[in-house]
């Protein structure tokens, strides 16, 4: 008989599509992933991976037992959802997965008045540019920058984030030739990048990065022009850079899985999200 724990390991791996990676969503280091792999091989007596210099690569067999740990993990998270769905009392933790730059200038900071509410509540925040798996529960409730499509999701609107062009007032009165701070390869096909591009035209990039806080922080320390969202840019006494009517709209959806939207704790955060949230965002 196969270990459980072993299975768990190999269909996050499966999801996942690299040791490292499935190791980031069970808290664990890779080693742990490949042994647990090896292990569920030995007690299966199958070949599930090919091991090469760089990655490891599913074999035929392998693709297979994916297929049913994958159907097997579907099975759980929903006899757990069913089992959550029964709970009265708001108590628990609950996994809130979102881009970092709205976890930290706009969410924590005001959950003083949910846990006030509810003191049993354990929040887990886990700040994301990727969409966490809800199936998965790599996350109970995700808030993301484009509608999520999948049929088991419910989804609903927060609302839109406007971003323009911004500069430090030092920079600005410089006079210096206009350069611009952007997003890495990592994040170059968002649509807030692709606006930058067209904005910036032949103008230089100064700086890149993949996280918008430490563009707006590089904005402050007058280096160039960054495309921020309004609440980051007043957070660093920024000014805007270019015409007001320079604006990119994105929108912000919140999306949690359809077996725990009733769930007393899960309900409690999606409420005080649409409450104190949402109106921060422009409808």
Same mark, same amino acid.
């Given at each position: 008989?196969?270990?459980? #724990?072993?299975? &768990?390991? +190999?269909?996050?791996?499966?999801? /996942?599509?690299?040791?490292?990676?499935?190791?980031?969503?069970?808290?664990?280091?890779?080693?742990?992933?490949?042994? &647990?792999?090896?292990?569920? #091989?030995?007690?299966?007596?199958?070949?599930?991976?090919?091991?090469?210099?760089?990655?490891?690569? =599913?074999?035929?067999? %392998?693709?297979?037992? %994916?297929?049913?740990?994958? *159907?097997?993990?579907?099975?759980?998270?929903?006899? $757990?959802? +069913? !089992?959550?769905? %029964?709970?009265?009392?708001? #108590?628990?933790?609950?996994?809130?997965?979102? @881009?970092?730059?709205?976890?930290?200038?706009?969410?924590?900071?005001?959950?003083?008045?949910?846990?006030?509410?509810?003191?049993?509540?354990?929040?887990?925040?886990?700040?994301?540019?990727?969409?966490?798996?809800?199936?998965? &529960?790599?996350?109970?409730?995700?808030?993301?920058?484009?509608?999520?499509?999948? @049929?088991?999701?419910?989804?609903?609107?927060?609302?839109?984030?406007?971003? &323009?062009?911004?500069?430090?007032?030092?920079?600005? !009165?410089?006079?210096?030739?206009?350069?611009?701070? %952007?997003?890495?390869?990592? *994040?170059?096909?968002?649509?807030?990048?692709?606006?930058?591009?067209?904005?910036?035209?032949? *103008? @230089? +990039?100064?700086? =890149?990065?993949?996280?918008?806080?430490?563009?707006?922080?590089?904005?402050?320390?007058?280096?160039?022009?960054?495309?921020?969202?309004?609440?980051?840019?007043?957070?660093?006494?920024?000014?805007?850079?270019? *015409?007001? #009517?320079?604006?990119?709209?994105?929108?912000?959806?919140?999306?949690?899985? $359809?077996?725990?939207?009733? /769930?007393?704790?899960?309900?409690?955060?999606?409420? +005080?999200?649409?409450?104190?949230?949402?109106?921060?965002?422009?409808?």
């Amino acid at each position: 008989m196969f270990d459980w #724990e072993d299975l &768990r390991h +190999f269909s996050t791996f499966c999801a /996942t599509g690299s040791l490292s990676a499935a190791a980031r969503v069970l808290s664990v280091d890779h080693a742990t992933v490949a042994r &647990r792999i090896a292990s569920l #091989e030995a007690s299966l007596n199958l070949k599930l991976v090919d091991r090469r210099a760089r990655a490891y690569v =599913l074999t035929e067999d %392998g693709e297979r037992v %994916g297929e049913l740990a994958g *159907q097997m993990a579907a099975s759980s998270f929903a006899l $757990e959802h +069913f !089992a959550s769905a %029964g709970q009265q009392t708001v #108590e628990g933790e609950v996994i809130l997965s979102a @881009p970092p730059a709205l976890l930290g200038s706009i969410i924590a900071r005001r959950l003083g008045d949910l846990y006030k509410h509810y003191p049993q509540l354990r929040l887990r925040l886990v700040g994301s540019k990727s969409r966490a798996s809800l199936a998965r &529960r790599e996350a109970d409730i995700s808030i993301v920058l484009s509608r999520p499509t999948e @049929p088991t999701l419910v989804v609903s609107l927060l609302g839109h984030l406007d971003y &323009r062009l911004y500069a430090s007032a030092d920079y600005q !009165a410089s006079g210096s030739a206009r350069r611009y701070i %952007g997003y890495d390869a990592s *994040q170059a096909h968002s649509p807030q990048q692709q606006w930058l591009n067209r904005q910036a035209g032949e *103008q @230089p +990039f100064a700086l =890149l990065s993949n996280d918008l806080r430490i563009q707006a922080q590089a904005c402050a320390g007058s280096i160039g022009i960054a495309c921020l969202p309004a609440f980051m840019a007043h957070e660093h006494g920024l000014t805007v850079a270019g *015409q007001p #009517e320079q604006t990119i709209s994105i929108e912000i959806w919140l999306a949690v899985h $359809e077996d725990v939207r009733a /769930t007393p704790r899960i309900k409690a955060v999606t409420d +005080f999200l649409h409450q104190q949230i949402k109106p921060l965002l422009r409808l």
